[in-house]
């Protein structure tokens, strides 16, 4: 059965700093994968996805993720986070011919000054 | 143009009662999915709808019931409420639903049950 894996519950970082989320999926042919982020009190916003080509896929407010099919992995990356940054994270891969999209349990991003 | 609407946003339910939950997806869009999020069990797929067919269920009881409209609003039922069923419920929607499918998801109605 498809799945996805974020094995970080909670992650604090600088102001400014960098920033790498982690996401392994489970999927046994070329996955679409997406980001979404959810602010405190919202739904969620989609940041990127990737469907197939360049494995390295840029999406908005200056995120990006990179698809590494050996390593099953879709982390997310941001080169300097601003404490707007701060939400939840969730990664995503499309059931496909299920008509579903399945998240992982997320990942909650503190920002600290 | 619009986003996803779902009303309410906040609701106070007690044991036993039911409740009904109303989305409207983006102008264009003809497939709405439903979670259930939970601060313990993470975003869980409730039901996909498309041109108001049930496409795919998730592994809820049957007291959880959805259906959708000719103009592609949705809605969702819960009955006999327990306590385990406070929660965020999420409406999202897409184009088609298609396996490349993002999804726009309104901003949620917040259950309570007491």
């Known amino acids: 059965a498809q799945s996805v894996t974020q094995p970080d519950i909670h992650i604090t970082v600088s102001e400014g700093a960098s920033l790498e989320l982690r996401c392994n999926y489970s999927?046994?042919?070329?996955?679409?994968l997406f980001w979404y982020v959810q602010s405190p009190g919202q739904g969620l916003q989609l940041l990127l996805k990737y469907f197939s080509g360049d494995t390295l896929v840029q999406g908005i407010k200056g995120f990006e993720a990179e698809f590494k099919r050996s390593q099953s992995s879709f982390n997310l990356r941001k080169p300097s986070v601003h404490w707007s940054d701060a939400a939840e994270y969730f990664c995503?891969?499309?059931?496909?011919?299920?008509?579903?999209?399945?998240f992982g349990a997320g990942t909650r991003l503190f920002v600290k000054a | 143009k619009a986003g996803v609407t779902q009303t309410p946003r906040y609701l106070i339910k007690t044991r036993g009662q039911q409740v009904t939950l109303s989305c409207s997806p983006i102008s264009g869009h003809r497939s709405v999915s439903w979670y259930q999020q939970t601060p313990g069990q993470g975003l869980q797929f409730l039901f996909e709808?498309?041109?108001?067919?049930?496409?795919n269920k998730g592994n809820f009881p049957g007291r959880f019931s959805g259906r959708q409209f000719s103009n592609s609003r949705s809605e969702m039922n819960v009955s006999t409420l327990e306590l385990g069923d406070s929660a965020l419920y999420l409406c999202a929607s897409s184009v088609s639903g298609r396996d490349t499918g993002e999804l726009f998801f309104g901003e949620g109605s917040r259950l309570t049950v007491l």
């Open positions: 999927y046994g042919a070329t996955p679409y």
């Open positions: 709808y498309f041109s108001e067919t049930q496409r």
């Open positions: 995503a891969v499309v059931h496909t011919g299920g008509f579903k999209t399945i």
